[in-house]
């Protein structure tokens, strides 16, 4: 199958994934492979490790993006990208709340919240989908989805320039997310509880 140009792009963000995942999780000092550390305000210690995987999950959630406007500009729309795009998506933003729980970085309470919320969701769709129904994605399940982004980049990069005014903008911004994580499966519920119970 020739894929267009969003489904390339889609299958780039996956590729992505991959390798941030595992930047994040390999033990690069098994092979003598350390990554340079320095201080910022003589209080921030930044592992270069995570300013490389904060780069590559930038690139990685543009993609996101990208493919989704090209494809509704172009009518390049495909079942194909649609199954693709959800997986990579997935793939992207929880594989990084799962290690960012794991190492530390992040309360675990917050995955636990948004891949059950996820889970939930992808349930609701595929059962639409055997009753022959297809349900768009929410407004607000797209801005949770920007919104944590943006609170996992910055935690990629040590919530600067704001933790140096001891301010936990990234903290804040995933309690908002997981938040609109919470309202958005509710809504999502609601909207479509009609597919759920018809016979």
Same mark, same amino acid.
């Given at each position: ?8 792009? %889609?299958?780039?963000? +996956?590729?992505? #994934?991959?390798? +941030? /995942? ?11 492979? =350390?990554? !340079? ?14 300013i490389?995987?904060g ?7 543009? @993609?996101?993006? +990208? ?7 172009? =009518?390049?729309?495909?079942?194909f990208? !649609? ?6 998506? *997935?793939?992207?933003? =929880?594989?990084? +709340? ?12 917050i995955?636990?919240?948004?891949? #059950?919320?996820? @889970?939930? /969701? ?7 989908? #055997?009753?022959? *129904? ?8 797209? /801005? *949770? %989805? ?25 903290? /804040?911004?995933?309690?908002?997310? %997981?938040?609109?994580?919470?309202? #958005? ?13 018809? *016979?």
């Amino acid at each position: 199958m020739k894929m267009n140009l969003p489904n390339k792009i %889609t299958m780039f963000r +996956l590729f992505l #994934s991959i390798v +941030l /995942v595992i930047i994040l999780l390999f033990p690069f000092y098994a092979i003598n492979v =350390n990554f !340079k550390t320095f201080v910022v305000n003589d209080l921030i210690i930044i592992d270069t490790k995570y300013i490389i995987a904060g780069i590559i999950f930038i690139v990685a959630s543009l @993609t996101d993006f +990208l493919d989704g406007h090209i494809a509704r500009k172009n =009518n390049l729309v495909t079942d194909f990208g !649609k199954f693709t795009d959800a997986i990579a998506d *997935k793939i992207l933003v =929880n594989s990084v +709340l799962i290690i960012f729980a794991a190492q530390g970085l992040i309360n675990p309470l917050i995955p636990v919240i948004v891949i #059950s919320r996820d @889970t939930i /969701v992808d349930a609701i769709r595929m059962l639409a989908a #055997s009753k022959n *129904k297809v349900i768009a994605a929410g407004k607000m399940g797209k /801005v *949770k %989805t920007a919104t944590l982004m943006i609170a996992l980049t910055l935690t990629f990069f040590y919530n600067l320039p704001f933790e140096l005014w001891n301010i936990g903008i990234n903290d /804040v911004l995933l309690i908002i997310a %997981t938040a609109l994580s919470v309202y #958005s499966g509710f809504e999502y519920y609601y909207n479509n509880k009609k597919v759920l119970f018809e *016979k």
